[in-house]
């Protein structure tokens, strides 16, 4: 929790990843705004694919940010040399990127539903339940891949390279209960992509933990 409250203050300081993401997603919601006329069934059709590709980008982006400061200080050599373990360390960057995407998804998902006018009522809850579900799936990856990428050259493009193609079931169990949300379709019938995303969750926050003292050590 030291690690993450250390993340956290010069996060807030800065701002830096919380107002690119934030500034990023707005523009995706724009652009696709323009495609779509607020409200119709349209909306009701790709919305949740939408929302989910400005969460994704987003997320990337919070990624990149997420060690390099750590790697260009030597803040992450540092953090190797304390009695703190190296697994530990996973979960406290994954727990920071987790609470920044957060805070961004509250932000994008509101922006979402104003542009394009949907309409959720108690069910906003539920979705950001949802969004919450698929940012700790993303961030579980997010930082094991961010740890590899920003020790090359090219982590920008390696970064989505690596994660997108993993991340692919959780965005699909995502969209598809997203867009049940938004259709206001009953979500008992989504119960599958709802095991599809807690699983993914824990599998990936599992695999994360064991692995990641492996790769500082590279």
Same mark, same amino acid.
């Given at each position: 929790?030291? *690690? ?9 300081? !800065?701002?830096?990843?919380? !107002? ?8 995706? =919601? ?5 495609? +779509?006329?607020?409200?119709? @069934? ?8 939408? %929302? ?8 990337? %982006? ?13 803040? =992450? ?19 920071? $990127? /987790? ?6 998804? =509250? !932000? /994008? ?14 069910? *906003? +809850?539920? %979705? ?26 090219? @982590?920008? *493009?390696? $970064? ?43 599998? +990936? $926050?599992?695999?994360?933990?064991? !692995?990641?003292?492996? /790769?500082?050590?590279?």
């Amino acid at each position: 929790m030291a *690690v993450v409250g250390k993340d956290l203050r010069g996060e807030f300081r !800065t701002k830096e990843a919380l !107002t690119s993401t934030v500034f990023f997603a707005l523009l995706v =919601l724009l652009v696709f705004n323009f495609g +779509f006329e607020p409200g119709t @069934r349209d909306v009701r059709l790709v919305g949740a694919g939408v %929302l989910w590709s400005s969460i994704l980008f987003a997320a990337i %982006l919070a990624m990149n940010r997420l060690l390099l400061n750590e790697r260009e200080g030597g803040g =992450l050599e540092g953090l190797m040399l304390t009695p703190l373990s190296w697994a530990d360390i996973y979960l406290a960057k994954a727990l920071t $990127l /987790i609470c920044i995407l957060s805070l961004a998804s =509250l !932000t /994008i998902v509101g922006i979402f539903v104003i542009f394009f006018n949907v309409s959720l009522g108690q069910n *906003v +809850f539920v %979705l950001l339940a949802v969004v919450f579900g698929g940012i700790v799936g993303l961030s579980a990856l997010g930082t094991t891949f961010a740890t590899i990428a920003v020790r090359t050259r090219t @982590r920008e *493009v390696m $970064l989505p390279l690596l994660l997108i193609p993993l991340a692919i079931p959780l965005l699909i169990a995502c969209v598809e209960v997203t867009a049940a949300i938004i259709g206001a379709r009953d979500l008992a019938d989504e119960g599958h992509w709802l095991r599809l995303l807690v699983a993914f969750d824990i599998i +990936f $926050l599992a695999l994360g933990y064991l !692995t990641y003292p492996a /790769i500082l050590e590279e």
